[in-house]
């Protein structure tokens, strides 16, 4: 019983090694218009919010104060938006991923969605934190809907979103986990509407799932040889 323990043990830590090797700093391309999105990602597996704003098939959240509820500012009415506010003392975080996602494989490797900073007046402006895999976090970028002073940080760091645009990234590997929190902008908070919030991973190819496939059988082989 020991030896098969301390097998599935190596063999954890095999993969893990592995899939930490693998992993390298992420890239990420910024899109500010949904087209130019979605021809980088139309191959790809979608997870969209559903047709009446609610969570879809494969999303799950965690947040400190958002809901779905009524646009409250230039979304149209009539249907559900995400409803969330956050402040940087609060310190309130909402996280988004995929229900498959493990610590090494099936992350996601795109996002975006209308974003709305009009509701209670421009606040703080947000900043976005992917979990890269499988530990740690990177951030990607800070958006805000301030025209006039813009987001604090510059054009590299930071990106100025129109109420009722589109924001998203693409990245060429993939991350667990997609958070929203306050940017260190001046104001109290930031009160948004989130709409059509769609994440995205590139559909795997048959001959990678068959080199999975093999490799999981091979180490089986080699494991059930040096245990009996």
């Known amino acids: 019983m020991k030896r098969i323990f301390f097998a599935c043990v190596l063999a954890f830590v095999l993969a893990l090694s592995a899939a930490t090797a693998m992993a390298g700093p992420l890239t990420f391309t910024i899109y500010t218009n949904y087209n130019q999105w979605w021809q980088a990602t139309q191959t790809w597996q979608h997870y969209p919010f559903t047709n009446v704003q609610s969570l879809g098939f494969n999303q799950s959240v965690s947040t400190t104060t958002g809901s779905f509820g009524p646009p409250r500012g230039v979304f149209p009415a009539g249907t559900n938006v995400w409803n969330d506010r956050?402040?940087?003392a609060g310190g309130e975080v909402t996280t988004f991923w995929l229900s498959d996602t493990t610590m090494t494989s099936n992350g996601m490797w795109a996002f975006g969605g209308y974003w709305d900073f009009s509701p209670g007046g421009w606040g703080q402006g947000l900043t976005l934190t992917v979990g890269i895999m499988p530990f740690?976090?990177?951030?990607?970028?800070?958006?805000?809907?301030?025209?006039i002073s813009g987001c604090i940080g510059g054009p590299t760091q930071s990106t100025v979103v129109p109420?009722?645009?589109?924001?998203?990234?693409?990245?060429?590997?993939?991350?667990?986990?997609?958070?929203?929190?306050?940017?260190?902008?001046?104001?109290s908070a930031e009160t948004f509407d989130l709409s059509a919030f769609d994440m995205a991973r590139p559909t795997p190819?048959?001959?990678?799932?068959?080199?999975?496939g093999t490799g999981i059988l091979g180490l089986a082989g080699t494991l059930r040889r040096k245990l009996f």
């Open 86 to 88: 956050v402040t940087e």
């Open 136 to 147: 740690g976090s990177v951030h990607v970028q800070d958006i805000c809907g301030d025209v």
């Open 163 to 187: 109420d009722g645009t589109w924001f998203g990234i693409v990245a060429d590997g993939p991350f667990r986990t997609f958070s929203i929190s306050a940017d260190h902008q001046f104001g």
């Open 205 to 212: 190819e048959p001959g990678t799932l068959i080199l999975l």
